[in-house]
C-alpha cells in the first residue's frame, strides 16, 4: 500500500512539473507575440505624438513581425501535438455550436479570396490559426483546474515582470496624473489580461478548501491593476461580468430590484442626459488625457462613422480577414482622425469589415451560445471553472462593443478558444464531477475554508 501511494505521490509530482514547464512555454510565446521591453517609452512617445510621421516611426520600434510569428508557431506546434496524442477521454460531438466554431474558422481563411491584400490576410489568418490550433490541442491536454492556474499564473507573471521594468525605468508613478500602467505591453491589453488573472482567481477562491486567502489576494491585486492601466472598457465591462452573475445567483426578488434600478439609471440618463453626462464624463476619465471626450467615447463616434463608409463599399463579403487595417487605409483614417488607429475600437464592427455580416453573426451567436452553455454546466455540476467560462466569454462580448482585442490575435483570444473548446469538444469524466461534488460538500460542512 505504501509503494501504491509513493508511486501515485510520484506521478502526480511529474503531472505537476510538466504542467508548470507547459505554462511556461505559453507563457514564453505570448510574451515572444505580444510583449515589448520598450512598451512603457514607446506609449508615451504615442500619447504625445503629434503628427503621422511620428506615429510611424513610433511604431517601427516595435517588435519584429519574424519573432511574432515565431511565438504563434510555437504554439501551433503543441497544440497539433496535443491533438495528435488525443490524451483526453470524453471528446463531446460536433453540435451547433462546433458547427459555428468551424465556420468561422473556414470563413476567416476562404476571405483570403477576395481580399484586397491577399500577402496581409495571409500572414495574419495563419497566425490565428496557429493560434486556434494551440488552444485547441492545450484544451484536451489540460484539465479545468489546470485552465484556471494558467489563467492565474501567465498573467501573474507578466504583472510582475511589468512592475520590475517600470520601476527600473522610472515609469512606474501610480499616483501621477495621466499615468497608465502599461509594463510590457499596451495598457488595454494589459486590462485585459489583468481581468482574465481576476476572474480566474475569484475561481480557483471560490472553489478551494484552503489557502482560499491566496487567490483571493490575487483576484485583488488583478482588479487594483486593472484600474490602474486606466482602461475604462475593461474595468467597466469587469465589472458588469461581475455583477451580472451575482445577478444570476440571486433569489427572484433581488434580480427584480437590481433589474428596475438599472432601467431606472437608464431613464435617467436618457432623461437628464446633457446635465448628468458631462459630469460623470469627468468621473469617467479616470485621470486620463486622451484626446477626444467621454461624450463622443473618446473619438469612436467619429472613427465609426468613418468605418461605415469603408463598409458600405463591401457590404456582404467585407475586405478579407485582418486586411481591412492595411497600411493605406490605417494612413488614411489617422489622418482623418488625428489619432493612431489599428483598428476600429468594436470587435463587431472589426469582423464586418474583415468578413462580412455572415461572419459577425457567426461570432456574436459563438459567443452567447458559449456563455449559456457555461453557466448551464456550471449550475449542474458548481464547478467554479465554468463560472469563469461564463465571465471570460461575457467579458468578451461586452468588451467588443467598444474594443477589438477579443478578436485580434492574442492571449484572451487564445483562452477564448480553450475554452469554446472545452465547452464543445470535450465533455468532463463522470469522475471529475464527482470529485467536485465532495469538494463542495466539505466546504459546506467546513464554511471557513480551513481544513476540518
Same mark, same amino acid.
Given at each position: 500500500m505504501q509503494v501504491m501511494d509513493s508511486n501515485r505521490q510520484g506521478g502526480e509530482s511529474s503531472r505537476g512539473r510538466t504542467q508548470w514547464a507547459l505554462f511556461l512555454l505559453i507563457a514564453g510565446a505570448f510574451f515572444v507575440i505580444e510583449h515589448d521591453t520598450q512598451s512603457p517609452e514607446l506609449f508615451n512617445l504615442l500619447m504625445t505624438a503629434e503628427s503621422l510621421e511620428e506615429f510611424g516611426n513610433i511604431e517601427q520600434m516595435y517588435q519584429p513581425r519574424a519573432w511574432r510569428q515565431a511565438g504563434a508557431l510555437l504554439l501551433g506546434a503543441m497544440g497539433f501535438f496535443f491533438i495528435i496524442q488525443k490524451r483526453r477521454s470524453g471528446e463531446g460531438r460536433l453540435d451547433m455550436l462546433g458547427a459555428l466554431m468551424i465556420f468561422?474558422?473556414?470563413?476567416?481563411?476562404?476571405?483570403?479570396? $477576395?481580399? +484586397? +491584400?491577399?500577402?496581409?490576410?495571409?500572414? %495574419?489568418?495563419?497566425?490565428?490559426?496557429?493560434?486556434?490550433v494551440g488552444a485547441a490541442g492545450i484544451a484536451g491536454r489540460l484539465t479545468l483546474h489546470d485552465i484556471l492556474r494558467m489563467a492565474v499564473f501567465i498573467p501573474a507573471a507578466y504583472l510582475a515582470a511589468g512592475v520590475a521594468l517600470e520601476m527600473a525605468t522610472g515609469y512606474f508613478r501610480p499616483f501621477a496624473s495621466g499615468y497608465?500602467?502599461?509594463?510590457?505591453?499596451?495598457?488595454?491589453?494589459q486590462a485585459v489580461n489583468c481581468a482574465l488573472m481576476f476572474f480566474a482567481a475569484l475561481a480557483l $477562491?471560490?472553489?478551494?478548501?484552503?489557502?482560499?486567502? %491566496? $487567490?483571493?489576494?490575487l483576484a485583488a491585486l488583478a482588479f487594483v491593476f486593472i484600474v490602474l492601466t486606466r482602461s475604462r472598457t475593461a474595468l467597466a465591462s469587469s465589472i458588469f461580468v461581475l455583477v451580472f452573475q451575482w445577478g444570476l445567483m440571486q433569489p427572484y426578488g433581488k434580480?427584480?430590484?437590481?433589474?428596475?434600478?438599472l432601467a431606472a439609471a437608464a431613464m435617467l440618463v436618457l432623461i437628464a442626459g446633457d446635465v448628468i453626462l458631462p459630469a460623470v464624463g469627468?468621473?469617467?476619465?479616470?485621470?486620463?488625457? +486622451?484626446?477626444?471626450?467621454?461624450?463622443t467615447l473618446?473619438?469612436?463616434?467619429?472613427?465609426?462613422?468613418?468605418?461605415?463608409?469603408?463598409?458600405?463599399?463591401?457590404?456582404?463579403?467585407?475586405?478579407?480577414?485582418?486586411?481591412?487595417?492595411?497600411?493605406?487605409?490605417?494612413?488614411?483614417?489617422?489622418?482623418?482622425q488625428?489619432?493612431?488607429?489599428?483598428?476600429?475600437?468594436?470587435?463587431?464592427? +472589426?469582423?464586418?469589415?474583415?468578413?462580412?455580416?455572415?461572419?459577425?453573426?457567426?461570432?456574436?451567436?459563438?459567443?452567447?451560445?458559449?456563455?449559456y452553455r457555461a453557466m448551464a454546466r456550471f449550475r449542474l455540476t458548481g464547478n467554479p471553472a465554468y463560472a469563469f467560462f461564463g465571465a471570460i466569454l461575457l467579458f468578451c462580448a461586452v468588451n467588443g462593443m467598444l474594443e477589438s482585442v477579443a478578436i485580434q490575435r492574442t492571449m484572451l483570444t487564445?483562452?477564448?478558444?480553450?475554452?469554446?473548446?472545452?465547452?464543445?469538444?470535450?465533455?468532463?469524466?463522470?469522475e471529475s464531477v464527482q470529485e467536485n461534488e465532495a469538494m463542495l460538500s466539505r466546504k459546506a460542512l467546513n464554511p471557513s475554508g480551513r481544513m476540518a
Open positions: 468561422f474558422l473556414l470563413w476567416s481563411g476562404l476571405s483570403m479570396a $477576395w481580399s +484586397d +491584400d491577399p500577402a496581409l490576410s495571409f500572414r %495574419r489568418y495563419v497566425m490565428f490559426a496557429l493560434l486556434c497608465r500602467f502599461t509594463g510590457t505591453v499596451h495598457p488595454n491589453i $477562491w471560490r472553489g478551494a478548501s484552503e489557502n482560499r486567502r %491566496r $487567490w483571493l489576494f434580480k427584480v430590484a437590481v433589474t428596475s434600478f469627468e468621473r469617467l476619465q479616470m485621470g486620463r488625457t +486622451d484626446r477626444g471626450e467621454f461624450r473618446t473619438g469612436r463616434t467619429a472613427l465609426w462613422r468613418q468605418c461605415s463608409e469603408f463598409l458600405r463599399e463591401h457590404p456582404v463579403l467585407g475586405y478579407g480577414y485582418g486586411a481591412f487595417w492595411n497600411e493605406e487605409r490605417s494612413t488614411e483614417i489617422i489622418e482623418e488625428g489619432w493612431p488607429i489599428s483598428h476600429a475600437h468594436n470587435a463587431y464592427f +472589426d469582423t464586418a469589415l474583415e468578413s462580412g455580416p455572415l461572419a459577425t453573426m457567426a461570432y456574436l451567436l459563438i459567443l452567447l451560445m458559449g456563455i487564445f483562452f477564448t478558444v480553450i475554452m469554446l473548446a472545452r465547452l464543445t469538444f470535450y465533455t468532463e469524466p463522470l
